[in-house]
């Protein structure tokens, strides 16, 4: 039997064995697989939307804790959101779902001012639970900064902490397309 998936359910072509799955399912693996379903159909294809560049590495630990390096080193082509025709990003990281990574931290980087292409060289550290990784996505989520109204929405990447390598002496080059 085929894995049911959320895309499947809201089709116009829902199939009637895939709906009772999901509605059987658990809110905690309803969350997991949303957070699969979304880091896979994101990639490198472009958007328009802007590009990130980051570095990330996963280190095991011998305690069942493993170590997320992530080096935020800029981002590229972003969305002209205040009237100078620039912005003022500055971009959010997470481990999702936060159920499962209750200890992992919001992560902000700073704010650069007035650039589309800001360059960062932030370094971020998450510990996670190993057993947990097959689950996990680090979700970069870019704002403009607003110093009177909320900040703006610019956009996100995704990606699934399994298709990090484990234990490498080096810091894998990431370019990620930004998904409104």
């Known amino acids: 039997m085929m894995e049911p998936t959320l895309l499947s359910a809201l089709g ?91 200890d992992c931290e919001l992560k902000l980087s700073t704010v650069k001012k007035s650039t589309l292409d800001p360059m960062y060289n932030e370094m971020f550290e998450f510990i996670i639970p190993q057993d947990q990784i097959c689950n996990g996505v680090l979700v970069l989520s870019v704002y403009d900064y607003d110093f009177i109204s909320a900040n703006d929405f610019e956009g996100e990447a995704m990606v699934r902490l399994t298709d990090l390598p484990r234990n490498s002496e080096q810091h894998v080059k990431w370019t990620m397309a930004l998904h409104r």
């Open 12 to 102: 116009p072509t829902t199939a009637v064995v895939d709906t009772m799955e999901l509605q059987q399912m658990e809110t905690d693996d309803l969350i997991i697989l949303h957070y699969k379903e979304q880091s896979e159909e994101r990639g490198e294809k472009s958007t328009g939307a802007g590009v990130i560049d980051l570095k990330l590495s996963l280190k095991e630990r011998r305690d069942g804790k493993a170590i997320l390096f992530a080096k935020l080193l800029g981002a590229r082509e972003l969305i002209a959101l205040d009237t100078n025709g620039k912005s003022d990003p500055f971009i959010q990281l997470q481990v999702v779902p936060h159920h499962l990574f209750p």
